[in-house]
């Protein structure tokens, strides 16, 4: 038992010949409690509430979360996110984007081993397969066993209930896009139309495929980030890390046995933090590319040194920089305060304080005016000339409207047309409109005009557009 | 299915397609094969270096992921034999993109057609009362009419302004219909039927038409004008100058110019006379649409009731809608 199939793997002799593709291994990890499982299990909680809870949330007579893609309106609590709007979801992206650099810089790879959700859904399945299939031993007996009735009625146990909860998370994937509160009559019903149902079982599917089934082999080979973090590390970078200097020689002793007496270091061989790894890699090996930081090795080790009655810490958060000199954790901390941090840290604020900014300015009134381009003027009676706009008016708010239009930039310009219309919340209308000015106003070519519009009663909703007009 | 030989595979660009594809296909699967029994030394380095220290070691591929490269070649045959790809092969299910367009129109027909044959039961001057329709209206114009006629219907130079009460073809329903539906042609012969008046003369008749309509002009001109209008525009525009809406001369005693009223726009028109043509929508947008357009336009202000000099054919105006709108299935 102490003899994992993983260790031969990396003592292999050099002279071994292998294909260019490999049979999966199963691993089957051990699971581990300490500080750092917990915080998991925080993360896991914390994101899961949000993830199930947030499409059930009301607001007024809507529902407060919804991504309403047929009629392209983004509901987020009291914001209405339009079409126009999408700028945001670009800076939403380069946040995420940036904090994963800011993170990772300081402390590797805190999202892959906390919030990512494949780790969080990984971390759910595997809790389920725990309870239903037992502890690592009684798992690996079960996979070599036959089939009989008790590891068919244990498999289909497992897999039920991983299909119970995958189907869930489709389902719940759909309610941000369809209000789910119709969406769960509907899929009782039966009613569900041909693309929610896609939805609901594709993601569905996936869920259970990369939770139950791929696990470790999604981190290892599909996953991009796995492969270019390496490039936001530096020797200051907080990682998972097995002091070698501390730990080796390794090997086995009896409890309460001074390790310098028989001139071994304080690693007893025991082999947990390999069997707890869910990527199956052996972190005394150094830090390698699998290693997704999620701590379990370290919550395993440390176990395993309170029995021992040796410190803790002999695998540990640390930097590179801290093994090499010999650091304490003051010095560590000093060091998270180095140039690129600062930059990051800058950059994430500034465009935090964009965001918000722009949000908190968000026109309640769009307006666009589109020449006509076909008719380019045209002499009206009394000599007057005219051009013909279409004025696209987007009432964003909530509330609806009505709106006055006026026209100025050139002397004698005048609007033809009814200068007040009405628009309901969050709905869209065109209106013709001609604007005429006397021949003598401007000379041959194109002028710059301005339409004004203003809702009545309420002056700070204005939009003060920009148009051409042509003079023949 | 119906695959032909001679017109499917003959032609060297066709062969040079064929042959290429089917050898990316088929050699993507022997590389996968040939692939799947090398033999590397784990941890050998593969010669690709980068960023001087960077370098790429062999490591084996999980098999499923070999499985999917397989799939992948699986697919491409599959899809292959089902859709064009192959050269000229039509695939099995002889899909194209004008078929799928055709598709497309054919179930936006189903599903939109129902809406707007409603209105075709009835006549045009419901149908302009309806705000529905006026709304429904009011996007096909300027979605059709818009690029000519300006988005509030008002017209431009060579381009009739549709709201006011002047109409070259005639401004009831029966007509406004029959001009969307087979479109007009407006032909001005260059100087008339004189086609022998020199520079001068034209000037003189432009400000003999001119001085009908108020504009300003010469006298003496308009006088010399007068006498030649008879010879040289009367036959069409008519001895009192008030056009024919029957074959579309224009009424020059009103203040619409759609060529614009200048002194040299006029001479250019008499001089070199004009063409003028509007599109016929009839069978581009079919009878329910153009029925909608035409109460659309009808409605704009200036359109001219139907008929009233026959009050004891009061039932004449759904009569004549229904045969407006057998106009167009005759046609095919």
Known sequence: ?472 | MDFNFTSDLVGFWNLFVVVIVAVSVIGCGVFLWVQGSAKFKPGEVTGHVWDETLEEYSNPLPNWWRWMFYITVVFAIVYLALYPGLGNNRGMFGWTMRGQYDEEMKAAEAKYGPIFNKFLQQDVMTVAADPEAREMGQRLFVTYCAQCHGSDAGGGPGFPNLKDNDWLWGGTPEKIKETITNGRMGVMTPKGTKPDMDAEQVKDVVAYVRSLSGLSHDSARAQRGAELYPQACAACHGPDAKGNPEAGYPNLTDKVWLYGSREETMIETVTKGRQNQMPAFGEFLGPAKVHLLTAYVWGLGGGVKPAPAAPQQAEAAPAAATSGEAAPAEQK
């Open chain 1, 1 to 472: 038992m102490n003899q994992p199939a993983e260790k031969n793997n990396a003592a292999a002799p050099a002279e071994e010949v292998v294909t260019l593709y490999k049979s999966r291994k199963k691993i089957h990890p051990r699971s581990v409690t300490g500080r750092f499982a917990n915080w998991r299990w925080v993360f896991v909680w914390l994101t899961q509430l949000i993830y199930y809870g947030l499409p059930w949330i009301p607001w007024d007579d809507r529902q407060a979360f919804l991504l309403d893609i047929v009629n392209r309106k983004f509901y987020i609590f009291g914001l209405v996110l339009w079409p126009q709007d999408v700028f945001f979801l670009a800076i939403i992206l380069i946040i995420s984007a940036y904090s994963l650099f800011l993170f990772t810089a300081v402390a590797g790879r805190l999202w892959c081993g906390y919030t990512c959700p494949q780790t969080v859904y990984t971390e759910i399945f595997m809790w389920i397969e725990k309870m239903i299939e037992g502890e690592r031993p009684a798992r690996i007996k079960l996979d070599q066993a036959p089939m009989d009735a008790r590891k068919f009625r244990l498999r289909a146990l497992k897999y039920g209930s991983w299909a119970l909860f995958a189907w869930w998370t489709g389902f719940t994937l759909v309610g941000y896009f369809t209000p789910i509160r119709e969406l769960w009559t509907e899929f009782w019903t039966w009613n569900l139309g041909p693309w929610e149902t896609f939805w609901i079982f594709f993601y569905g599917f996936m869920t259970f495929l990369f939770a139950g089934i791929m696990r470790e082999q999604v981190c290892l080979y599909m996953c991009p980030y796995a492969r270019f973090q390496s490039v936001m590390f530096d020797p200051d970078t907080l990682v998972i890390t097995y002091d070698v200097e501390r730990g080796e020689p390794r090997g086995a002793r009896r409890k309460g046995v001074d390790p310098k007496s028989v001139g071994k270091g304080d690693c007893i061989d025991c082999g947990i933090c390999v069997q707890v790894c869910p990527t199956g890699i052996d972190i005394r090996n150094g830090l390698q590319y699998e290693c997704i930081g999620c701590a379990a090795c370290i919550d395993g080790c440390d176990e395993v040194m309170d029995k021992m009655g040796y410190p803790r810490g002999l695998i540990r958060y640390t930097t590179e920089h801290a093994m090499e000199r010999h650091w304490g954790k003051k010095e560590i901390l000093r060091h998270v305060v180095r140039p690129r941090i600062i930059v990051y840290t800058l950059i994430l604020l500034a465009i935090v304080s964009g965001l918000i900014w722009g949000i908190a300015n968000k026109p309640d009134l769009r307006v666009n005016v589109i020449r006509d381009r076909g008719v380019l003027a045209r002499e009206v009676e009394g000599g007057l000339v005219e051009n013909i706009y279409r004025l696209q008016v987007m009432n964003v708010s909530e509330q609806p409207h009505r709106y006055r239009i006026t026209v100025s930039g050139l002397d004698g310009i005048q609007l033809e047309g009814e200068p007040v219309l009405e628009v309901e919340p969050a709905t869209t209308k065109s209106f013709s409109y001609a604007v005429r000015v006397p021949p003598e106003a401007a000379p041959k070519g194109s002028h710059t005009i301005y339409f004004d519009v203003k809702a009545e009663g309420n002056e700070k909703i204005a939009v003060h557009e920009k148009a051409t007009f042509l003079m023949p």
